[in-house]
C-alpha cells in the first residue's frame, strides 16, 4: 500500500474505522500526504459528542491515531501503535472543520517515534505523540480474518531508518 499518484492516502481497508468507507460508524477520514506530512480534514458530529457540543476526547485520540496509520502508508511501514499520548489544548467543537497533520519525528530500528496535531483554524486544539512498532505479516494473523490483498506487499520487515518527516513549514 502506498500513496496515490495524486498523493491521497487509500484507506486502510473498506472497515477501517478511521478511513474506511464502508463503516458506518468511522469517522471517514480521507488523508492525502503533503510534502512530508499527512493532512485530513475532520467533522466531527453528535455521534461524537462527549461534553455537550464538545467532541468526546477517545474520537480526537482515535483520529489521530488513524492519522498515523496514514503517516505509515506514506513511510511505507507496517507497525502499530504501542503507546499513544494526547494532550487536549481545546475543545473539539462539533460541526467545526478540524485539520489533523501528523509527521515521523525520529525512527529507531522498528520504533517509530510520531507526532501530530488537530487544529481549529488557528487553534490548536490537540497535540499527539506515539511510539508504533514495525510488524510483519504474523501480527494480523491472530484475528483470523482475511487481509486486504496489497497488504501482502506492505508486510515485509522493514529495518532501515527513515529520515524524519517533521514539517518544514
Ligand atoms: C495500515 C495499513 C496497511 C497495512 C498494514 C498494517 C499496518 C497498520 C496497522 C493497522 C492498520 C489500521 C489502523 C492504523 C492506525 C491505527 C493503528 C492501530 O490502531 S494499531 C492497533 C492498536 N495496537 C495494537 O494492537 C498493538 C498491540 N501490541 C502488540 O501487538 C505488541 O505489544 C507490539 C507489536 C507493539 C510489540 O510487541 P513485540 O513482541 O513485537 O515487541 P517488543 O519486544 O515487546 O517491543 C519492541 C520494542 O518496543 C518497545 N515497546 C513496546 N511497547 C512499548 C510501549 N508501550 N512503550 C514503550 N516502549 C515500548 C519495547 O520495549 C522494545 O524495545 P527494545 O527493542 O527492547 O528497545
Known sequence: MKPRADGSIPPHQPNC???GPENAAGLGLNMHVDRS?????????HRHEGAPGFAHGG??????DDLFGGV???????????????DYRAPALLGHRLRLTGWCARSD?????????????ETLVAEARALFISVDGDHFQRSGAT????????????????PPSKPDI
Not at 474520537?59 to 489521530?64: E, I, P, W
Not at 505509515?72 to 494526547?86: D, F, I, K, P
Request: charged share 25%; proline share 3%; hydrophobic share 55%.
Open 147 to 162: 487481509m486486504p490483498e496489497e497488504w501482502n506487499r506492505w508486510l515485509a520487515p522493514v529495518e532501515a531508518e527513515l
Open 109 to 121: 530500528g522498528r520504533k517509530l517515534h510520531l507526532q501530530g496535531e488537530l487544529h481549529d483554524a
Open 59 to 64: 474520537v480526537v485520540a482515535s483520529a489521530l
Open 17 to 19: 474505522f478511521g478511513c
Open 37 to 45: 506530512r499527512v493532512r485530513a480534514d475532520l467533522v466531527l458530529d
Open 72 to 86: 505509515l502508508v506514506m513511510l511505507g511501514r507496517a507497525a502499530v501503535t504501542a503507546n499513544l499520548s494526547v
